[in-house]
Structure formats: C-alpha cells, structure tokens
C-alpha cells in the first residue's frame, strides 16, 4: 500500500473529467479555481491519487486556504473514487465535506448541518479519518472541532478537496515532504489513540484465580502444564537466579505443589503469580520462584490479603519430592551454565550421567551440535596445543559424522571454516565462538531434557506471548485497525537495542 502523495488530474466520467478543467493545479498539491463559478454546477473537486491505506488506522491531512474566493465556497472532507467530481465533497452519496462558507458539513445530501465555524483566507483545515472508530474529525489552524461523522462505513476513502467560486485557490498538505510539516502533530494523535486501544483491552475481565494443578513428587516444571525449553525472556545465559551448583531446599518444589488439592491447600490460586511462578521453574530460576510461591501462592487458609497472616498452606508433598524437584531444577540449570560458558564435553558427560546416554542417542542433531560446539571452543582458546587437539577432534569425531540435513553441513562447513583464519573471531563465521551461540544451544539442551521427562517446551506463559504475537499478525494482515497500533514486543519487553 502506498499513502496518497499528489492530487490526482484523471476522474472516473466525462462529467468528471469535465469538472477538473476548472481548476488549475500546480505543484501537484496547489489548486486555484478557474471556472466561471455562475452556479453549483459548475463547482469541481480533486481527490489524490491513492486512498487512504487499508492499513492506516488513523489518516491526517491538511488544507491552507491561500485565497477564499468571492464566495469561499470551498469543501473539505473524503470521497470514494466514484463519486462525480462536479459537486462539492459531501454533496455526494459516499462524500464528506465540510464547507468553509457556512461552517456546514455534508454527507450525501445537499443539504448539511452544522458543524463549526467558517474557514477563510489564511487558515488551515486539517481532517482526520479515523478507520479504528470510523469517524472523521476536522482541526481549523490546530484547534480540534470534534467529530463530524460517525459511523463511518466506506473503505476506500480518497482526500479531496472542493471549490466553487472565483479567485479560490487552496495548498494541499498530505505530509509528504518534509519541507512541509504537518501544522499538527499527528503521532500525539496517534499515541492518544493507541492508549484507547489499551485501555480498551486492560478492560477485558479476565479470570483472576484458577486451579491449582499440582500432584505430589512433580516437578515444577511438570506441575505447569506446559514446560519450557525456549525461554522467551531477555535474561538468558547466566544469572545470579540460577545457581546450578546450589541444592535447592524444599521451598523449590513448592513452584509445583503450592496449593495441592490433597491437602489444606487452596482451592484456588492466583492465576498470574502462578503463571509467572511456573514460567520461572521453566526457566530455572528456582530461587525467585520458591519465594514467589511462598508469598503469593501458598499462604494459609483464612488468611486473606493480610501478608503477616502469609504462611505456607500444609501440603500433602513429601519433603524428599520437593527436594527432588528442586534438584533437578538445580541439574538442568548446572548442565545449561555448562554449555553457556563453553565447557561442552562436561555437559555432555553430566547429561549422560543424569539421564542417561538415551537422551543423546534420541537426539542426534543435538548429540551432533554439541561436539561442533566442542570443537568451536577448542578453536576458540587458541595455541599449538589446542588447534592441534581441535584438528584431531575434527578427524576423530567430525569427519565420521554423517550430517543429517542441510543446516548440519552449514554447520559443520562454518565450524572447519574456522581453523582458515589467523584471528578465528573476526572470521565470517566468528558468531560461533561468541556466548549468543552458547546460550542458544543451552537452550536446546534444556528442551531436550524437559522433553525427555515429557514436557513440552514452553510454559503457559510464553504460550500466551506467543499466541498474542501470532494473533496480532493475523489481525494486522486482514487489515484490522486497532490491531496495526499495537506491538506486543516492545509493550511487553520495551524497546528492543539497535544490533550493532
């Protein structure tokens, strides 16, 4: 789609066509009357040469009268590209216009209504078409007059621009060039509108409590419903959160157990410290989600909102089942912290050791990826010592592997690339020796091995994330108005860094 840029010297009909040859346009935006002007029949209106985008919410342009004429009958408004150019805007079915004569504004009738005060020479008439609330509103010199039309049904909607009388002459503005702004600033407008949109969705009455789904000797991540292997949040690769050499206590297994249906637990919970408390295990953060479990989901019957009452709910899980869901929360937390500081062959070893070598065996690629990633940190310490390690590893290990698909050539191809170079690093394929490339096969590894305890890879929560992000695209490609004023990402997560 493209904004409309000129106004538009070809019209639909003779009659049309006839009309325009009472005006005189120069610059592609600047239009000066020169009919004889007797009588209506002889008024004529130019539209631009694009309708407004069906994925433009909101749409804004202005009009400077340089001249009101000897009578100042000139319209301003929007029209669809059939309408007969030789009658003012709004005089036409599928026409709005608002006159600067008498201050009427027009819609399909000759006869309008009023509206707002007149317009003469030396103002500016912005008009606004908001396809979200399909409305059309006008601004004289950056005053708002409120709406003119409502309901607004019309898709393919032109800017134009009518005039009538002798002398008028008028300067288009369709905030096209940037040595001609806007005189108002349309993305406050914008902004304005989007915060409706928010505060229409906030809202939406959502369920505040919901089940608690916990069975005795679960993991956390069992306990949500949905585990997660691909950590949708910002904070990837080490935090001071997951300590993989630590043993949790049993406040780690209460993510999963708070409020267990076997005992005196709750019979609900809240549903967003639930969710954020699973995702949190997901992401094997079991420190923060042992307290956020503690303080908001476990508290004691009868309690209510007083937090000095906040004690932890007896609960039917045993002690060792909650040690045991913490541990393997602190596991997959050592093996990932492993991975993400290059300590591959050791990761290897401690996933075989834990879940034994069929967690390899049933994912060959990711078996594959890591002795790649093995062979990438030997290039990456340097020396005699190590490139001749890596080069034995390359024909010991490498070179027998079959790859199983193109990414695997690429791969493997990228990683030998590597020993061509002086200065590995600042090779075309240096990002694999960089810690991004270590955290996204960390998380890799984490999904096979919550994969392996069937669980899927992601928790509720980033299902949820994802479902808006997919949801959103699909409004965006029908066109959906609200929809192309909303970015999930940065609401969410805030301005994203410019990659350098």
Aim: proline share 8%.
């Amino acid at each position: 789609y493209s904004l409309p840029t000129a106004l538009e010297l070809r019209a639909q009909g003779a009659r049309s066509q006839a009309a325009l040859s009472h005006l005189k346009v120069e610059a592609s935006l600047r239009v000066k009357y020169t009919g004889p002007g007797d009588d209506d029949s002889q008024a004529a209106t130019i539209r631009t040469n694009s309708p407004v985008p069906p994925d433009c919410p909101l749409y804004y342009f202005e009009v400077e009268i340089v001249n009101r004429g000897a009578l100042g009958f000139i319209g301003i408004g929007y029209m669809t590209e059939e309408v007969l150019q030789a009658r003012l805007p709004g005089w036409e079915a599928h026409s709005y216009g608002y006159h600067g004569d008498d201050g009427f504004v027009f819609s399909g009738s000759g006869s309008g209504r009023p509206y707002g005060p007149t317009y003469t020479t030396g103002d500016v008439i912005g008009a606004c078409f908001n396809r979200a609330e399909r409305t059309i509103r006008y601004y004289k010199n950056g005053v708002d007059l409120g709406v003119a039309f409502h309901a607004v049904q019309d898709e393919r909607l032109f800017p134009c621009v009518g005039l009538r009388s002798q002398g008028e002459e008028v300067l288009v503005n369709l905030g096209s060039s940037a040595s001609a702004p806007l005189r108002l600033d349309v993305e406050s407008l914008r902004g304005a509108l989007r915060e409706q949109v928010l505060a229409s969705v906030a809202a939406v009455q959502l369920p505040l409590t919901c089940a608690p789904r916990a069975s005795p000797g679960s993991t956390p991540a069992a306990d949500s419903g949905a585990a997660g292997g691909t950590s949708s949040s910002k904070d990837k690769g080490k935090s001071a959160d997951k300590e993989g050499s630590a043993t949790p206590g049993p406040a780690a297994g209460q993510a999963g157990a708070a409020g267990s249906q076997g005992g005196a637990g709750p019979a609900v919970v809240p549903l967003l410290p639930k969710l954020v408390a699973e995702h949190l295990a997901h992401s094997r953060c079991w420190r923060t989600a042992a307290i956020l479990t503690r303080d908001l989901l476990t508290r004691a019957p009868g309690s209510g909102d007083d937090p000095s009452a906040s004690q932890p709910a007896p609960s039917t899980s045993q002690p060792d089942n909650q040690d045991a869901a913490g541990n393997e929360i602190a596991a997959r937390q050592a093996v990932y912290d492993m991975v993400v500081g290059g300590r591959i062959e050791e990761a290897r070893a401690a996933l075989s050791s834990r879940y034994g070598p069929g967690l390899l065996e049933a994912n060959p690629r990711l078996d594959f990826r890591l002795k790649v990633a093995h062979f990438c940190e030997l290039v990456r310490v340097g020396g005699p010592a190590a490139l001749d390690a890596a080069l034995a590893y390359g024909r010991s290990v490498l070179a027998p592997h079959t790859p199983k698909g193109g990414d695997d050539e690429e791969v493997l191809s990228d990683a030998l690339s590597l020993l061509a170079y002086d200065v590995p690093l600042e090779s075309p394929c240096g990002h694999l020796l960089r810690e991004p490339a270590r955290v996204a096969l960390a998380e890799e590894v984490n999904a096979a091995v919550l994969a392996a305890q069937g669980l899927p890879p992601t928790s509720p929560l980033e299902r949820l994330a994802a479902q808006a992000l997919v949801a959103l695209d699909v409004l965006r490609a029908s066109n959906h108005p609200q929809s192309q004023l909303l970015d999930v990402r940065k609401l969410c997560f805030g301005p994203q860094p410019t990659a350098k």
